[in-house]
């Protein structure tokens, strides 16, 4: 299901332990600091809808009948011919009907797992058209097409990533900014400080959890800040507090950053642009 605004999509980073969650245990605390975004809607989708991401009943077929699925299938069926098209080889029919076809498609899901197919897939034509799909209506497909363009080749296209920080929508700016840290490290240390102050708590959890990875003193300075700021959530309090008790270089070094599809369970599942099923 979409939460077009705010979205609690997943730990900042496999190492961030769920126990830290202020929803974790019998009798959480701190329920009141998690933003929810009215537009939620509540256990609307089908189990069918659910499975979309599931790719298992199209291993075997051959690359025309996801093809065929993409094109004249239903919404469910069209979101798992996207994604299965990425697990194939980049050939010219699947990169075609994945940009004219995917794209296209008037269901948001479909443009989104074809972008994030097209990243998979890499390659030239998939790069530019994880471009164009960064104008997409719909900021998770841009959120997606950010995430392609850091797999396929973060250098090539970081001026689309860089001009993506100012998206109106907080998963676009966070992929961004996830992105930038893994290629300029320290170098983006001005931008983070910047996002440590946004409206989305989102933004704020993610910004001073890079700045984990910034040895200098503005970054320090701000954490403790945000560390001791009562007005801010708790989610964004602790990690401002871990961020600070990190070794800079050696974060940098680990830093996996989510924007690749690796630690997802399931195709479809980026561990960035998850969202749940609420």
């Given at each position: 299901?979409?939460?077009?605004?705010?979205?609690?999509?997943?730990?900042?980073?496999?190492?961030?332990?769920?126990?830290?969650?202020?929803?974790?245990?019998?009798?959480?605390?701190?329920?009141?600091?998690?933003?929810?975004?009215?537009?939620?809607?509540?256990?609307?989708?089908?189990?069918?809808?659910?499975?979309?991401?599931?790719?298992?009943?199209?291993?075997?077929?051959?690359?025309?009948?996801?093809?065929?699925?993409?094109?004249?299938?239903?919404?469910?069926?069209?979101?798992?011919?996207?994604?299965?098209?990425?697990?194939?080889?980049?050939?010219?029919?699947?990169?075609?009907?994945?940009?004219?076809?995917?794209?296209?498609?008037?269901?948001?899901?479909?443009?989104?797992?074809?972008?994030?197919?097209?990243?998979?897939?890499?390659?030239?034509?998939?790069?530019?058209?994880?471009?164009?799909?960064?104008?997409?209506?719909?900021?998770?497909?841009?959120?997606?097409?950010?995430?392609?363009?850091?797999?396929?080749?973060?250098?090539?296209?970081?001026?689309?990533?860089?001009?993506a920080l100012d998206d109106d929508h907080h998963a676009v700016v966070r992929n961004a900014a996830v992105s930038l840290f893994k290629l300029r490290g320290e170098a983006l240390c001005p931008v983070l400080l910047e996002l440590s102050h946004a409206d989305s708590e989102r933004l704020r959890e993610w910004a001073v959890h890079l700045l984990a990875g910034v040895d200098d003193d503005r970054a320090a300075s701000r954490l403790e800040a945000v560390a001791s700021d009562e007005t801010q959530p708790k989610v964004v309090r602790s990690t401002a507090v871990r961020a600070l008790d990190a070794d800079a270089g050696k974060f940098r070094r680990q830093f996996s950053g989510g924007t690749e599809n690796d630690s997802a369970d399931l195709p479809g599942e980026s561990a960035l642009n998850r969202r749940p099923d609420l």
């Open positions: 299901m979409r939460d077009p605004d705010e979205a609690t999509d997943g730990p900042t980073d496999p190492r961030v332990h769920p126990e830290e969650s202020p929803g974790f245990g019998e009798e959480p605390d701190g329920l009141e600091d998690i933003e929810v975004s009215r537009d939620v809607t509540i256990g609307d989708a089908s189990p069918r809808e659910l499975q979309a991401t599931d790719t298992a009943p199209l291993r075997g077929t051959d690359v025309a009948e996801k093809i065929a699925d993409l094109v004249d299938g239903d919404p469910v069926a069209r979101r798992r011919a996207a994604l299965a098209l990425g697990e194939g080889r980049p050939t010219e029919a699947a990169l075609d009907a994945l940009t004219e076809r995917g794209l296209t498609d008037g269901d948001a899901d479909v443009r989104q797992f074809a972008v994030e197919a097209l990243g998979q897939l890499g390659g030239e034509r998939a790069g530019e058209a994880a471009v164009a799909a960064c104008d997409d209506s719909d900021p998770w497909v841009r959120a997606e097409a950010v995430v392609a363009l850091d797999r396929i080749d973060r250098s090539e296209h970081a001026a689309t990533i860089e001009a």
